[in-house]
Structure formats: structure tokens, C-alpha cells
Nanobody
């Protein structure tokens, strides 16, 4: 049974930084991609960033490019999201996602087969 556990969320002032972590347990072999999505209140969940587990190739939403960095530590089965220069519009619940079987893309929710419970990020102005 795969489990994804996010941590690192919290309250930060605009311009500040946070680092989110997502630790994967259970079946973690044959991981294709890991991704981060977010959902603000009253809005649909949206893609933030994704990384290829083996190559480390990263993709970003335009809204976070240059401010957020996604990375993996294969030895710890953990993916990170370093968030710098945070803005109030980054406020959302952030979800970690894993693709163990599809390998069809990285930017859509249906590209992933496992999800974490989410961690709240609140950026005050």
C-alpha cells in the first residue's frame, strides 16, 4: 500500500520561503514522476510542478517558474518543493502526487495514481 505524506506547510509572510516535503512509503519502485498540485479555496486543483524520478527533469507551472524548485532524494523516497518569494496568491492546500504506472504526462491530475492528504500553505500580505 503506497502512502504519500506531505509536511512543511504553514503560515508565512509575502516574500518568505517554505519547503514542502513528500515522503513515499510502500511500493516505490518503478516511479515515473512525482508532482505537486495545489487547490485554493473555491478553485479547482492546479498543477504546480513535477519531476521525473529517474532523470530529475522538472516541469513548472508558469505562475511559479523561477520561484519554486522541485527536487527528489531517491535514497529517502522523498520529493521536495522549495518555495521562494511567496505571494498571497500561492495560498492553497498543496498536494503531492505519484505516478507509478501511467507515464503519460505530468501536468494533469489523471497522470497520477496516488495522492497525499495535502498540507496548507498560507501566505499573508
Amino acid at each position: 500500500q503506497v502512502q504519500l505524506v506531505e509536511s512543511g506547510g504553514g503560515l508565512v509572510q509575502a516574500g518568505g520561503s517554505l519547503r514542502l516535503s513528500c515522503a513515499a512509503s510502500g511500493r516505490t519502485y518503478s516511479t515515473y514522476h512525482m508532482g505537486w498540485f495545489r487547490q485554493a479555496a473555491g478553485k479547482e486543483r492546479e498543477f504546480v510542478a513535477a519531476v521525473s524520478w529517474n532523470s530529475g527533469t522538472a516541469s513548472y507551472a508558469d505562475s511559479v517558474k523561477g520561484r519554486f524548485t522541485i527536487s527528489v532524494d531517491n535514497t529517502k523516497n522523498t520529493v521536495y518543493l522549495q518555495m521562494n518569494s511567496l505571494k498571497p496568491e500561492d495560498t492553497a492546500v498543496y498536494y503531492c502526487a505519484a505516478d507509478y504506472s501511467r507515464d503519460i504526462g505530468v501536468r494533469r491530475e489523471q497522470d497520477y495514481d496516488h495522492w497525499g492528504q495535502g498540507t496548507q500553505v498560507t501566505v499573508s500580505s
